[in-house]
C-alpha cells in the first residue's frame, strides 16, 4: 500500500471508529435485545384531526381541574396547571391537534393546559401505538403521549393498572426523549426507564414519530426510525402488569412537577405540542 491509500485508508478507519462510538453513546438499548421495528403494520385505529374544533367526542373525553376531585392535588407529581377544554387549551386546526399550555390566572391556579383521552372510548392490549408530534420548549414544560391501564371501574387502582410513556419529554432538555414504564414496586421515581438523544435535531423545531410496539412480555419504543429502548419482566422489579388489562391513551402537557421541576422565569407562553396523527396497528 503506497503512503497516500495508507493515509486515506488510516482516515477511514477512524472516522468509522468515531461513528461507531457516536452511536453506542446515543443509543441506549443493548446489542443482545432482540428487536425490530414496526413488525405490527395492520392500521386499526386512527385520528388523523382533519375536522376543525374540539376533539372528536366520539373519540377523546377529557380531564378537567387540578386532580383535586380525584384526591391527587397536582395530578400527584406538583404540576401547577388547571386543565380545561377551552378552545384556548386544546383544538383542531388545519389538520393538526394543538394542546397549548397559558401562563393565567385560572380557578386558583397560575397556568392552564389540556389532558384528552381515550378511556371508555378506544381501549386495547397489544399492537403499535405511535404519534406524530412536534413539542414545546422551555423550563417546566412537561408534555406526553401515554397509556394508562383500565382500572376496571375502579376496582384497581395505579400503579396495579400499569403506566406505558411513550413519550415524556422536559421542555428544558430540546433534544431528548424519555420511554417509561410505571407498575408496582417501579411507580414514580423508580420507574423503568431509558432516553435517547436526538444530538442532530431538536424535539421542539420538527415533527418526529415516537411510538411503541407491545407484546406478551415486551414494550419496545422507539422514535422515528430508532428503536431505542426494550423492557421485558426481566426489567421490571416488581409484578409486570402490562398482559392483563387493555390500555387507552392520554396526550397532555403539564406545567411544573417532579419529573421536570419549577416553570421557569423566562419560559415564553404560550407553548404548544402539535400533533400531527395518532395511530393502532395490530
Not at 380545561?84 to 388545519?94: A, G, L
Request: charged content about 20%.
Amino acid at each position: 500500500m503506497n503512503l497516500t491509500l495508507q493515509m486515506i485508508h488510516t482516515k477511514f478507519i477512524l472516522r468509522l471508529g468515531i461513528f461507531v462510538a457516536s452511536v453506542m453513546l446515543t443509543l441506549s438499548c443493548s446489542p443482545d435485545d432482540k428487536q425490530q421495528v414496526t413488525t405490527k403494520n395492520n392500521l386499526v385505529w386512527q385520528d388523523e384531526f382533519n375536522i376543525d374544533g374540539a376533539p372528536d367526542p366520539l373519540i377523546w373525553g377529557a380531564d378537567i381541574g387540578n386532580g383535586e376531585a380525584e384526591g391527587i392535588p397536582g395530578w400527584g407529581n406538583e404540576e401547577r396547571q388547571y386543565y380545561t377544554d377551552r378552545p384556548e387549551n386544546v383544538v383542531v386546526e388545519n389538520g393538526v391537534l394543538k394542546i397549548t399550555a397559558l401562563k393565567e390566572s385560572f380557578q386558583g391556579a397560575d397556568y392552564t393546559s389540556a389532558r384528552i383521552l381515550t378511556k371508555g372510548k378506544y381501549q386495547k392490549k397489544y399492537g403499535r401505538f405511535e404519534a406524530r408530534i412536534k413539542l414545546p420548549w422551555g423550563q417546566g414544560l412537561w408534555p406526553a403521549f401515554w397509556l394508562l391501564g383500565d382500572d376496571n371501574n375502579g376496582a384497581q387502582s395505579w400503579p396495579q393498572i400499569g403506566e406505558i410513556d411513550i413519550m415524556e419529554y422536559r421542555g428544558q432538555e430540546p433534544t431528548i426523549v424519555h420511554g417509561s414504564m410505571h407498575g408496582p414496586g417501579y411507580s414514580g421515581g423508580q420507574a423503568i426507564t431509558k432516553q435517547y438523544d436526538l444530538v442532530t435535531d431538536r424535539l421542539d423545531t420538527n415533527f418526529h414519530v415516537y411510538g411503541i410496539e407491545w407484546g406478551p412480555g415486551y414494550v419496545n419504543y422507539y422514535i422515528d426510525d430508532v428503536l431505542y429502548n426494550q423492557i421485558t419482566p426481566d426489567d421490571v422489579t416488581g409484578n409486570w402488569v402490562f398482559d392483563d388489562n387493555e390500555f387507552y391513551i392520554i396526550m397532555n402537557v403539564a406545567v411544573g412537577g417532579t419529573f421536570v421541576g419549577a416553570p421557569g422565569l423566562n419560559t415564553v407562553y404560550p407553548q404548544t405540542m402539535h400533533v400531527d396523527y395518532v395511530r393502532v396497528y395490530e
